[in-house]
């Protein structure tokens, strides 16, 4: 049985590597949330804290315009909310926490990649901006779903005892 703990890490490496969260305001977005590609700095599996979590948008992007601005990274927070499945669907998680943005061009420089270069036409382009995430806690679920489960419900056999240990409320 994986303790909060294992599920936490569970959680920051399928996102490490699966990356897609959906992505929305907490409240007075109408529940809009929209898939973003997120970057992870920090390795738990290093000892590191994970966070802040960082998706690459454009300033004239939806959600970029109704997040609060306050120049620093970090300043003028909005509340956020954010969901994750991961590829094999053997994790699922709600993520919340607070969004801010930035257009620093040092943090973007070190987060920049191959694959974030793929949307834009250069490094350089004045629109490209950072949403960061601020994540303060999750709810995560992990897959329990086995073979013996489906004979466990075949065969009549109540199935919760399976997954009671397998939710986890952390703060990240």
Do not use: C
Request: aromatic share 8%; net charge negative; glycine share 8%.
């Amino acid at each position: 049985m994986p303790d909060n703990a294992e599920i936490k890490a569970k959680f920051w490496k399928a996102l490490k590597s699966d990356r897609t969260m959906m992505l929305g305001l907490a409240e007075g977005d109408d529940g809009h949330a929209r898939p973003m590609t997120a970057q992870v700095e920090g390795d738990p599996e290093d000892g590191e804290t994970a966070g802040p979590i960082w998706f690459f948008t454009s300033t004239d992007n939806a959600l970029y315009g109704q997040i609060g601005h306050g120049g620093a990274v970090g300043t003028s927070r909005t509340r956020a909310m954010a969901h994750f499945v991961s590829k094999g669907h053997d994790v699922w998680a709600t993520v919340h926490g607070n969004l801010s943005t930035t257009q620093d061009r040092a943090t973007i420089d070190r987060l920049w990649n191959p694959f974030v270069a793929a949307w834009y036409e250069s490094k350089d382009d004045p629109k490209i901006a950072l949403i960061r995430l601020d994540a303060e806690h999750a709810q995560i679920w992990i897959d329990a779903s086995s073979i013996v489960v489906g004979i466990k419900m075949l065969i009549g056999i109540d199935p919760k005892q399976d997954y009671k240990d397998k939710v986890a409320e952390v703060a990240l």
